[in-house]
């Protein structure tokens, strides 16, 4: 099973429009990335976040992480047509695996 | 550009082939790790590497074995193949021993087609 899940499954928005996507884990972790995949392409590291850091910014992005919860949420501002991608977290589950979630296919409508 | 290299970007064989999927990390990365994507099972991970060892294994089916060379490069080897085999395999590299301690850069995959 993965260990983390992303939500929605799937999101469609207008440009300009924020876009927020969380992911959910089952065990503790030390850290928790996001990665962005462009259609049939290598996943490009976005933002990693360690479990003693509730939120970090990286340009137009957000990401905060809740211990307590076991979740992360990615919120991406003023979103742009290049943002539509797979947006995916990734976090160790078990013996040092990272494993990643299923993803969140994301349309930014022009 | 991840600086990750995959070779070949598409391969094409039939049921019951080998075949071997080649990756060199990116400069002055020490660990490799090779992750199966396919529609219905999205991103698994395979096998990781680090600095020629095996550090961490995942749902690797046995046909399927990886190694590790002094050079760095990985190599994949798929055996016996079967038409769910087909799916995209990415290799990355990172810095750390463990995944989760620096960020995994990724090659572009090679798409393996089974028929």
């Known amino acids: 099973s993965q260990q983390g899940e992303e939500d929605p499954q799937a999101l469609s928005i207008q440009e300009g429009e924020n876009a927020t996507m969380n992911c959910s884990y089952k065990t503790s972790i030390n850290n928790l990335q996001w990665y962005r995949q462009n259609s049939g392409r290598g996943l490009v590291h976005l933002i990693l976040i360690r479990s003693n850091e509730r939120e970090k910014h990286s340009g137009r992005l957000r990401v905060t992480l809740d211990t307590s919860k076991k979740s992360s949420s990615l919120l991406i501002t003023a979103s742009r047509a290049a943002d539509t991608a797979s947006y995916f977290c990734a976090t160790i589950q078990g013996a040092q695996k990272l494993v990643f979630g299923q993803g969140t296919r994301l349309t930014i409508n022009p | 550009d991840s600086g990750v290299t995959q070779t070949p970007k598409h391969l094409i064989t039939a049921t019951g082939q080998r075949v071997t999927l080649r990756c060199s990390p990116r400069?002055?990365?020490?660990?490799v790790y090779w992750y199966q994507q396919s529609l219905d099972q999205g991103l698994q991970f395979l096998i990781q590497y680090y600095n020629g060892e095996e550090r961490a294994k995942g749902n690797i089916l046995e046909r399927f074995s990886a190694q590790q060379f002094p050079d760095l490069h990985s190599e994949l080897n798929l055996s016996s193949l079967e038409l769910g085999d087909s799916a995209l395999y990415f290799c990355a590299s990172s810095v750390a021993s463990t995944g989760g301690n620096s960020p995994l850069h990724f090659g572009n995959g090679t798409r393996l087609t089974v028929t």
């Open positions: 400069s002055g990365d020490l660990s």
